[in-house]
């Protein structure tokens, strides 16, 4: 499978407008990377914000993105979340590129959320992070 990002997608880089980078990664290793995200399934919203600021705590920002996801069943953010999630550990570090994208995505992620949740519910998870 190969992942095509341009410099539109991808804030404060050094791609030149027109330019794209390619990511190939092999569809198997991505299915096979969805069994190692945990589906923990939380109570109420409070025990979720307490996973995630803890999950923040840890450095762990991308499994933060698909726990939000997850839970407000924004599947299309969740999907991406995991499978940059599994290049980040296959390269050993997250390239600056796919961090670049990574926030766009859950910049929109949030707006959707405010626009869904409301003020007080975006709040509250943003309070976590």
Do not use: C
Not at 21 to 49: C, G, H, W
Not at 89 to 95: D, K
Not at 96 to 110: A, F, P, T, W
């Amino acid at each position: 499978m190969i992942i095509k990002l341009t410099a539109s997608q991808v804030e404060g880089t050094s791609l030149k407008e027109g330019q794209e980078i390619d990511v190939n990664v092999p569809k198997q290793e991505l299915v096979e990377a969805k069994r190692y995200v945990p589906t923990k399934k939380f109570k109420d919203i409070d025990s979720m914000v307490k996973e995630i600021t803890e999950l923040t705590d840890n450095n762990n920002h991308g499994e933060v993105l698909e726990v939000i996801a997850n839970y407000f069943g924004y599947k299309k953010y969740e999907n991406l979340f995991i499978y940059i999630n599994e290049l980040h550990n296959l390269e050993g570090s997250l390239p600056m590129e796919l961090n670049d994208y990574r926030y766009r995505l859950s910049q929109e992620m949030y707006q959707w959320l405010k626009r869904d949740q409301g003020e007080e519910i975006y709040n509250l998870v943003r309070s976590g992070l």
